[in-house]
């Protein structure tokens, strides 16, 4: 299980044989409601979705499919919901069969791809709210998150003109 965009994530899927999995999906509609208002989620909006999220990754794992799943979970302590799909997860102790991969781009470049999408009525999200999410963004060394540019430098292969 990767930590990734959909639009990474759809293409490693087709390079892999897993499944990809937006996280984004398994909002409740009072959550993308707040979200479509500028509203944050809150720790109790945001807990029953990665409790969901957690169970979808369970049920993979106990079927031996590998999925990857587009998710921003942005504090270590979602992370560490995700983590315990694993039923043999020791917690805090970041070994996992649930790996991360951090998409590392910069605020700006990710600002201005939501504007894009929510001029186009692509994005059901304001960018006003990134800033918040960015705040929230947890990243130490402790957990061994892979961390990789890779959101930057594929941009001609994603989007050849
Ligand atoms: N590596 C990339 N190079 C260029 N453009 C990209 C790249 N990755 C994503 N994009 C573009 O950025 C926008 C957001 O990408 P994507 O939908 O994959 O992100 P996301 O993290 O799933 O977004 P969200 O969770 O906000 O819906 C899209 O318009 C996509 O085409
Ligand atoms: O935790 C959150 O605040 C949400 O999950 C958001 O991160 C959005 O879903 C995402 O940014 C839009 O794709």
Redesign the pocket.
């Known amino acids: 299980m990767v930590w990734l965009s959909r639009t990474i994530g759809e293409m490693l899927a087709k390079e892999t044989s897993f499944s990809f999995i937006d996280?984004?999906d398994f909002?409740p509609i009072s959550?993308?409601e707040k979200?479509r208002n500028g509203i944050?989620?809150s720790e109790e909006?945001?807990t029953p979705?990665l409790e969901t999220l957690r169970d979808v990754l369970k049920e993979s794992l106990v079927n031996r499919r590998s999925v990857i799943l587009g998710?921003?979970?942005?504090q270590k302590r979602?992370r560490e919901i995700l983590r315990s799909a694993d039923p043999s997860y020791v917690p805090e102790s970041y070994v996992s069969i649930v790996k991360f991969v951090l998409l590392d781009v910069a605020a700006e470049v990710i600002a201005a791809r939501?504007e894009k999408r929510v001029a186009e009525g692509k994005?059901?999200?304001p960018s006003t709210?990134?800033r918040?999410?960015l705040e929230?963004l947890q990243i130490d060394d402790s957990e061994g998150l892979l961390n990789t540019a890779f959101g930057l430098y594929c941009f001609e292969e994603v989007h050849p003109e």
């Open positions: 996280a984004d909002h959550n993308k979200m944050p989620l909006d945001r979705w998710c921003s979970a942005l979602y939501l994005h059901f999200m709210l990134l918040s999410q929230l």
